[in-house]
């Protein structure tokens, strides 16, 4: 699944560790989605790690700004960059969001996850769907389940027979 993300769901995936946010970047990180990055969607994301809010927060939470550019630059290594070449103009109350559509758009997401009220308003701009982050993990769970029956049912892989012995799960 191609997924792009706004700015106020990587922040918090990255600052708290924990909740939709930060499960979302780990399904990126295990390779369970797809994440899509534009210049101008990394130019944003960069400017608001560097906010004086967030650089107390981090300092709060003991987490260097270097460390923090660290995990922001291995998000966006790991994940697709498009151009950035296409813009879109649909948000007049909060310009800086339409890099998101604008992203979402050229790079063929499934999805924008977004907790932004201007973005969830649409709920899907060009059959992209805008939901929440914790909407998100809904429909993404939903899919595994889907996906880990096939996969269960029709295993590339044969697997070995599960025994349960005293409580614990082993592998004959």
């Known amino acids: 699944?191609?997924?792009?993300?706004?700015?106020?769901?990587?922040?918090?995936?990255?600052l708290s560790g924990q909740g939709?946010?930060?499960t979302i970047l780990r399904l990126a990180l295990h390779g369970e989605i797809e994440l899509i990055f534009s210049p101008q969607t990394v130019q944003e994301h960069w400017l608001v790690?560097?906010?004086?809010?967030?650089?107390?927060?981090?300092?709060?939470l003991g987490i260097s700004i270097e460390t923090a550019e660290r995990a922001l630059r291995s998000l966006v290594e790991m994940s697709s960059l498009v151009p950035?070449?296409?813009?879109?103009?649909?948000?007049a109350d909060n310009p800086s969001d339409n890099v998101f559509l604008a992203c979402a758009v050229e790079g063929k997401a499934d999805v924008l996850v977004s907790g932004d009220n201007h973005l969830k308003q649409l709920k899907s701009y060009q059959n992209i769907q805008i939901v929440d982050p914790a909407h998100f993990l809904d429909l993404i769970k939903k899919r595994m389940k889907i996906?880990?029956?096939?996969?269960?049912?029709?295993?590339?892989?044969?697997?070995?027979r599960k025994k349960r012995l005293r409580g614990n799960l082993i592998t004959n």
């Open 20 to 22: 939709a946010p930060a």
């Open 84 to 91: 950035g070449k296409d813009h879109v103009d649909v948000i």
């Open 147 to 160: 996906w880990s029956y096939i996969s269960d049912a029709f295993p590339i892989v044969p697997r070995k």
């Open 1 to 14: 699944m191609r997924v792009v993300v706004d700015t106020n769901v990587l922040i918090s995936g990255l």
């Open 49 to 60: 790690v560097h906010y004086p809010k967030i650089l107390k927060r981090l300092e709060k």
